[in-house]
């Protein structure tokens, strides 16, 4: 864990610093899901946007002034994050409204995902709503227009409850079997490409959890060993991001 002066200010409570962290342990479905609608004909996100901690250090202040604020076009390379602030800071001064940002993976402080009427994630959010009154409640998720739900049982995917499985692989993945099969036999030379900053197509499907696309590409022969420019394969993504059904296929 990072040093959290930089991250956390001094009013965030305790229950807020662990809504911080449920946000960053999760993070990893938010961005699946993402990556899945980037191949959607038909989108099934409403809303993407990303709270992340800014930090600024005034001059004759002991501790650095944090501002937790949202990013919306969000990318995800496997350790930073990026996209486009749409707040505007109340003290900052080093970064405004519109400015592209990225920042590593533990200055995230929520996600919020939005489909089909119904959220995903917000767990900053639902921190504060479990303090208020059932009107208050009412009246905030008014002013957003969502309907949040139970702040006791935030979902960070769909059907999670009746269909738990989906926390390990997304269905999309399952279900595009055939057609991944087909896209590797019509663009072979997309198993051995990498992108400017040395990412594959292994890397990219491995920080994505798609486990049935990284079998199908080890089926295939491509090269677990391929590193990024910043020196890392497909296992350390699936290390460091926890997908834990991917672990064992990249050993």
Not at 6 to 32: C, L, N, V
Not at 148 to 167: A, C, K
Not at 207 to 212: D, F, S
Request: net charge negative.
């Amino acid at each position: 864990m990072a040093d959290n002066s930089i991250f956390y200010a001094k009013g965030d409570s305790p229950e807020m610093i662990q809504a911080f962290e449920h946000a960053r342990k999760t993070f990893k479905y938010f961005w699946r899901e993402l990556s899945w609608e980037a191949r959607r004909i038909v989108p099934g996100v409403d809303l993407a946007c990303v709270k992340v901690a800014f930090a600024q250090q005034f001059p004759g202040e002991e501790e650095p002034t944090i501002e937790h604020m949202w990013i919306n076009d969000v990318y995800f390379d496997g350790d930073t994050v990026s996209g486009t602030l749409i707040n505007d800071p109340e003290s900052l001064t080093n970064v405004k409204n519109g400015d592209a940002v990225t920042v590593p993976l533990e200055q995230v402080s929520d996600w919020l995902m939005l489909s089909m009427g119904k959220t995903y994630g917000g767990f900053s959010i639902h921190q504060l709503r479990s303090t208020m009154s059932p009107e208050e409640r009412a009246s905030h998720d008014e002013a957003w227009g969502m309907d949040f739900g139970d702040y006791n049982n935030i979902e960070v995917v769909r059907d999670q409850d009746t269909h738990p499985e989906h926390l390990v692989e997304h269905p999309m993945s399952i279900n595009m079997k055939d057609g991944f099969v087909k896209f590797l036999q019509d663009y072979p030379q997309q198993m051995i490409n990498a992108d400017e900053q040395g990412y594959t197509l292994l890397h990219r499907e491995t920080i994505a959890g798609n486990k049935t696309s990284v079998v199908l590409l080890l089926q295939q022969g491509v090269n677990t060993g391929s590193k990024t420019n910043s020196g890392k394969t497909a296992l350390d993504f699936a290390r460091q991001l926890g997908w834990e059904h991917i672990i064992p296929l990249l050993h």
